[in-house]
T-cell receptor, first 110, second 115 residues
């Protein structure tokens, strides 16, 4: 089983739609979780950290389910500018490296 | 302020050649990371520096890969006897302290093509 797994997509959704991505991780001792966004041929940028209690930032909501070892990202009222690849990121316990998933590609269509 | 910069932005080389990739982190950031990203994949960790020392080099694929950060700022990733499989985008990131507790800021990457 890979350390971090994501559905690669693509998810093609109309503007204004709500879309959700899930990500599973294999190491139950992982403690830090993030979503990064990567535009085509650009570098990844932190979208949001994921906290145990769940957190929201505008149209974006992140949730963590430790029991099932998955993380989710919900995007409400999708905009064309949300089109990108969303990378699920988990830390390797007791060590520094972050482990990135392959990413989920989102295309928001007018 | 200035972000992480990487040079060159593109590098084309022939199999067997030696290449150096440079990373200038954000000023004051003590932690520096190198990743490699192949098409359709997420970034793959290579090596992490805290200051001048390599705190974790467990991601380097073999001894052809080496990185230095002699003054705790600029870092150079060195690849000897390049192979076609080394072709990828090499990303550098820096953070003000030890990850994962600090956000990592990525540079634009160096696209390496080995012919």
């Amino acid at each position: 089983r890979k350390e971090v797994e994501q559905d690669p997509g693509p998810f093609n959704v109309p503007e204004g739609a709500t879309v959700a991505f899930n990500c599973t991780y294999s190491n139950s001792a992982s403690q830090s979780f993030f979503w990064y966004r990567q535009d085509c041929r650009k570098e990844p940028k932190l979208l949001m950290s994921v906290y145990s209690s769940g957190n929201e930032d505008g149209r974006f909501t992140a949730q963590l389910n430790r029991a099932s070892q998955y993380i989710s990202l919900l995007i409400r009222d999708s905009k064309l500018s949300d089109s990108a690849t969303y990378l699920c990121v988990v830390n390797r316990p007791g060590n520094t490296p972050l482990v990135f998933g392959k990413g989920t590609r989102l295309s928001v269509i007018a | 302020g200035a972000g992480v910069s990487q040079t060159p932005s593109n590098k084309v080389t022939e199999k067997g050649k030696y290449v150096e990739l440079r990373c200038d982190p954000i000023s004051g950031h003590t932690a520096l990371y190198w990743y490699r990203q192949s098409l359709g994949q997420g970034p793959e960790f290579l090596i992490y520096f805290q200051g001048t020392g390599a705190a974790d080099d467990s991601g380097l694929p073999n001894d052809r890969f080496f990185a230095v950060r002699p003054e705790g700022s600029v870092s150079t990733l060195k690849i000897q006897r390049t192979e076609r499989g080394d072709s990828a985008v090499y990303l550098c990131a820096s953070s003000p302290g030890r990850a994962p507790y600090n956000e990592q800021f990525f540079g634009p990457g160096t696209r390496l093509t080995v012919l």
